[in-house]
T-cell receptor, first 111, second 114 residues
Framework: QKEVEQDPGPLSVPEGAIVSLNCTYS??????FMWYRQYSRKGPELLMY????GNKEDGRFTAQVDKSSKYISLFIRDSQPSDSATYLC???????????FGTGTRLTVIP | DSGVTQTPKHLITATGQRVTLRCSPR?????VYWYQQSLDQGLQFLIQ???????AKGNILERFSAQQFPDLHSELNLSSLELGDSALYFC?????????????FGPGTRLTVL
């Protein structure tokens, strides 16, 4: 079993929709949670970073962490065609430097 | 643009060969991480260097090795290549070696083994 599971999609939504992306994990040692966006043929770009449980909002993006359920989410409000990309969740443990990634969810926002 | 550069962009080679991938971290960053991204496995951590020293190892095969030079650029060497080594290889950099919230990724090198 992988330590981080993510539904690969693909997910297709109309412009303006609310998008919900999710990951589950099995290792309770994970404390730092991130969402990266990766456009085709580009490197991952950090979108959101949260520490432990709770919510964090940045513009149209909201990251949510529920450590009791080992579940993290990224919500995108008022989705735009420019949001079309692959979204990767990532997490890490205290004292460890490497990131554990989900396989990514490919999102397409249709104009 | 993250400030991390990787060369070459694309590499096509044959099984059994050896290749070297190069990464230059962002100005001021001391730590470099290498990741492999394949369709079925996603992004997998390979190895980390901090200021010239190996700091952490992940799922790196014995056929693969890396180093970080005094000017802080890093090279990933892949030898005895197999078809399954075909993937995107990314490097990322951070200023410090013990923080995980600011990994900046380069554009990647796409390796195709024929």
């Amino acid at each position: 079993q992988k330590e981080v599971e993510q539904d690969p999609g693909p997910l297709s939504v109309p412009e303006g929709a609310i998008v919900s992306l999710n990951c589950t994990y099995s290792n309770s040692a994970f404390q730092y949670f991130m969402w990266y966006r990766q456009y085709s043929r580009k490197g991952p770009e950090l979108l959101m970073y949260t520490y432990s449980s709770g919510n964090k909002e940045d513009g149209r993006f909201t990251a949510q962490v529920d450590k009791s359920s080992k579940y993290i989410s990224l919500f995108i409000r008022d989705s735009q065609p420019s949001d079309s990309a692959t979204y990767l969740c990532a997490m890490s443990k205290p004292g460890a430097n490497n990131l554990f990634f989900g396989t990514g969810t490919r999102l397409t926002v249709i104009p | 643009d993250s400030g991390v550069t990787q060369t070459p962009k694309h590499l096509i080679t044959a099984t059994g060969q050896r290749v070297t991938l190069r990464c230059s971290p962002r100005s001021g960053d001391l730590s470099v991480y290498w990741y492999q991204q394949s369709l079925d496995q996603g992004l997998q951590f390979l190895i980390q260097y901090y200021n010239g020293e190996e700091r952490a190892k992940g799922n790196i095969l014995e056929r693969f090795s890396a180093q970080q030079f005094p000017d802080l650029h890093s090279e990933l060497n892949l030898s005895s290549l197999e078809l399954g080594d075909s993937a995107l290889y990314f490097c990322a950099s951070t200023q410090l070696g013990d923080r995980t919230d600011t990994q900046y990724f380069g554009p990647g090198t796409r390796l195709t083994v024929l």
